[in-house]
């Protein structure tokens, strides 16, 4: 081969060609990933290993010490990837990025990180730059922030997820798009260095609301489950027996076939190592939350959501219940384990 030519593996090709440039002139592309939590981390590590060397990733979390292992992570890792940089500020990561990712706890973190990040003004390039925010916040709040980004001439998109912290690690998590059709061709390459499945929902807040309205439906299903199940055994049922029944039956749903509230049942479930790991249910109150919100601003009646409501913030008061995966609702039910 020539000095100096460019061997364009089947892969590779495949790749520029999702990624909207040209084989022969390769570009550099520069990201941001703000928000390095459990989520974050996790995601923007799996995002710097399969960019390319000639990529640049710039990394922020108001906790330095996040960033900073981050980065010690990335640039130690056998993995190679993108060239990564630590950035000062929300701002300082964005300034001259492509692509900017955030994942950020709440709807409050994500107005204020934008309303600064989109302070000094987006540059003018060629294709706008892209904002994907794969925060679980509310759609009122994600199409405030899409507004402020498109003033600024920027292009928004909500990518929230599931797949939780195991899912974020192994690079499986599925992803719920809110972005213009026009967009997608775009945006699914760059999630799928993170995840498995793109589900493009429809317009920009669409993910978002479709992440939510299953989270509520889990939410219900795991307390139903747990009551259900709380029931058979008080009956005198064999908790697996009664699994089996329900998971052949009409009954059926995540909660009672993969995390079953009852220790045993089903060896992977977090009940099964004293309800650790898993879904905390600090985070399914909070999408509930979210829920109840949405469903007041699009007036939908959400018959069931306080009393579920109440259920998860009682089941967090508890000691033996608080920071454990949200199908402990069985312990707080007196459940016996
Ligand atoms: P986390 O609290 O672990 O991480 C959030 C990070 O954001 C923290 O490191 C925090 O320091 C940083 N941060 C807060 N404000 C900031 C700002 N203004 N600028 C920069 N960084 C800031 O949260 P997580 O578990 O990683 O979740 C992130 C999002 O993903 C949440 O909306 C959550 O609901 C959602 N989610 C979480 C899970 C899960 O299992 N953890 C699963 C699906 C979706």
Same mark, same amino acid.
């Given at each position: 081969?020539?000095?100096?030519?460019?061997?364009?593996?089947?892969?590779?090709?495949?790749?520029?060609?999702?990624?909207?440039?040209?084989?022969?002139?390769?570009?550099?592309?520069?990201?941001?990933?703000?928000?390095?939590?459990?989520?974050?981390?996790?995601?923007?590590?799996?995002?710097?290993?399969?960019?390319?060397?000639?990529?640049?990733?710039?990394?922020?979390?108001?906790?330095?010490?996040?960033?900073?292992?981050?980065?010690?992570?990335?640039?130690?890792?056998?993995?190679?990837?993108?060239?990564?940089?630590?950035?000062?500020?929300?701002?300082?990561?964005?300034?001259?990025?492509?692509?900017?990712?955030?994942?950020?706890?709440?709807?409050?973190?994500?107005?204020?990180?934008?309303?600064?990040?989109?302070?000094?003004?987006?540059?003018?390039?060629?294709?706008?730059?892209?904002?994907?925010?794969?925060?679980?916040?509310?759609?009122?709040?994600?199409?405030?922030?899409?507004?402020?980004?498109?003033?600024?001439?920027?292009?928004? #998109?909500?990518? $929230?997820?599931? =797949?939780? /912290?195991?899912? +974020?690690? &192994?690079?499986?998590?599925?992803?719920?798009?809110?972005?213009?059709?026009?967009?997608?061709?775009?945006?699914?390459?760059?999630?799928?260095?993170?995840?498995?499945?793109?589900?493009?929902?429809?317009?920009?807040?669409?993910?978002?609301?479709?992440?939510?309205?299953?989270?509520?439906?889990?939410?219900?299903?795991?307390?139903?489950?747990?009551?259900?199940?709380?029931?058979?055994?008080?009956?005198?049922?064999?908790?697996?027996?009664?699994?089996?029944?329900?998971?052949?039956?009409?009954?059926?749903?995540?909660?009672?076939? #993969?995390?079953? $509230?009852?220790? =045993?049942? /089903?060896?992977? +479930?977090? &009940?099964?190592?004293?309800?650790?790991?898993?879904?905390?249910?600090?985070?399914?109150?909070?999408?509930?939350?979210?829920?109840?919100?949405?469903?007041?601003?699009?007036?939908?009646?959400?018959?069931?959501?306080?009393?579920?409501?109440?259920?998860?913030?009682?089941?967090?008061?508890?000691?033996?219940?608080?920071?454990?995966?949200?199908?402990?609702?069985?312990?707080?039910?007196?459940?016996?384990?």
């Amino acid at each position: 081969m020539m000095k100096g030519t460019i061997r364009i593996t089947r892969l590779g090709s495949k790749l520029a060609a999702r990624r909207g440039f040209s084989t022969t002139s390769r570009q550099l592309d520069n990201y941001a990933f703000i928000g390095l939590g459990q989520m974050g981390f996790q995601m923007a590590r799996n995002l710097q290993s399969k960019l390319s060397p000639n990529d640049r990733v710039r990394l922020f979390d108001i906790n330095t010490a996040a960033a900073e292992q981050l980065a010690h992570e990335m640039k130690t890792s056998q993995a190679g990837g993108a060239a990564v940089e630590l950035a000062k500020s929300a701002a300082d990561a964005a300034k001259e990025s492509d692509v900017t990712i955030t994942c950020l706890p709440e709807p409050q973190h994500v107005r204020s990180a934008y309303t600064e990040l989109l302070s000094p003004g987006l540059p003018a390039r060629p294709r706008p730059s892209l904002f994907i925010d794969c925060s679980t916040i509310d759609p009122s709040s994600s199409r405030e922030v899409a507004a402020l980004v498109e003033q600024a001439g920027g292009v928004f #998109v909500d990518a $929230p997820m599931s =797949g939780g /912290v195991v899912g +974020a690690t &192994a690079g499986t998590l599925t992803f719920m798009l809110g972005a213009p059709d026009s967009l997608v061709s775009r945006v699914e390459p760059i999630l799928l260095r993170m995840g498995r499945r793109v589900l493009h929902c429809g317009a920009q807040g669409a993910g978002l609301s479709a992440k939510l309205a299953n989270n509520y439906l889990l939410a219900i299903n795991n307390i139903a489950t747990a009551e259900a199940m709380n029931l058979g055994v008080k009956w005198g049922l064999d908790p697996k027996v009664l699994a089996g029944v329900i998971n052949v039956s009409t009954g059926k749903c995540w909660p009672s076939e #993969v995390n079953n $509230p009852v220790p =045993g049942v /089903v060896e992977t +479930a977090p &009940a099964s190592r004293d309800y650790k790991g898993g879904f905390g249910i600090g985070l399914m109150k909070k999408d509930l939350k979210l829920a109840m919100i949405a469903a007041q601003e699009a007036g939908a009646r959400l018959e069931l959501a306080p009393k579920a409501k109440d259920v998860y913030e009682d089941a967090e008061e508890e000691e033996q219940c608080r920071g454990r995966d949200f199908s402990v609702v069985y312990r707080y039910l007196g459940g016996q384990e």
